[in-house]
């Protein structure tokens, strides 16, 4: 390691130092809070597997989840072996190593769900129509002249809610695990595309940040993919889930920060360079713009919710935890 100033200890004690550590602190401590205090919403197995179009075969959600990973994987292996560990040197490999990941825990839960539904025969639905009869008739029973044929329809549709959730399976750990992944990811490819095309390749593109076949697809099918699994599943989207964004986005910042400080010289991205008095502006700016990053997946969920059942109403189940 140097020991000048602009390479040794005397870079750690410039003020711009403690000024972006608060600002890496603030949002982790704050994630951590909500992830600790905010509840999660109740999830089923059926939705980690089961597609949100009502006559597709779960099999071809399992078939685009392997598909996607295989191809996730080689290009993860071809960068990999053009630049050696070095490759997770950068932000957009993390990312893209986690969707890669999403997908492979996605292939096989779908696996998984698969299995079950062609070796385990469905919920008796002989004894989900007896729950709901014996309720609405001890409803009639109850109060013979005051119910009316609508409150009738009502409570059979309530009860029917209510049945199904006692006849599904909650999902486990490793179902939660998905959706955390699932939602971390989708903030996390905005953030590197939109970086990536619109401030990386026009501004700062040099020899390791160039664009090439590699790159392009890179910063490229992360995302399609994504979006088009978003389009098949029947996962929400909560705005909660934020803060493990926040979280990986943090760690990731906090790995180059202790490299840096065993030695390393070189920033992946120059906005992450701490020897310019804009650095804490810089680092203020990418604190930001996770919230509109992740604000534009949501988007993209919440328009499949609201205009897919306009497009498709017999073919699309619309989903109620958007």
Known sequence: MSNSDDEGFGYWLRWQVPVCAFIIVAPSLLASYVIKKVKTDPLFFDDFWKPQWRKLNPCWLLCYR??????????????????????????????????????????????????????TPLPENGARDEFLK????????????TYQEKDVRGKIKLQSHYAQEEFQQRAGFWGYLMQTIYQTCGGAVILTDIVFWCIIVPFLSNSHLGLNMLMGCMHTLNAVFLVVDTVLNSLPFPWFRLAYFVQWS???????????????????????????????LWYFALAVVHIPCYGIYALIVKAKNSILPRLFPHAFVRSYSY
């Open 134 to 145: 014996r309720d609405v008739e001890e409803g009639r029973t109850a109060n013979p002249v």
């Open 66 to 119: 392997a598909f996607a990973f295989v191809c996730l994987a080689w290009i993860l292996y071809e960068i990999v072996a053009l630049d050696g560990a070095f490759a997770f040197y950068f932000y957009t490999q993390w990312t893209f190593a986690l969707v890669m990941v999403y997908f492979a825990l996605g292939t096989v839960i779908s696996a998984y769900g698969c299995w079950v539904c062609l070796s």
């Open 250 to 280: 943090c760690l990731y910042v906090v790995f180059q920060w202790v490299l840096h400080a065993c030695g390393f010289t070189w920033w992946p991205y120059p906005f992450l360079e701490l020897d310019t008095p804009w650095a804490p």
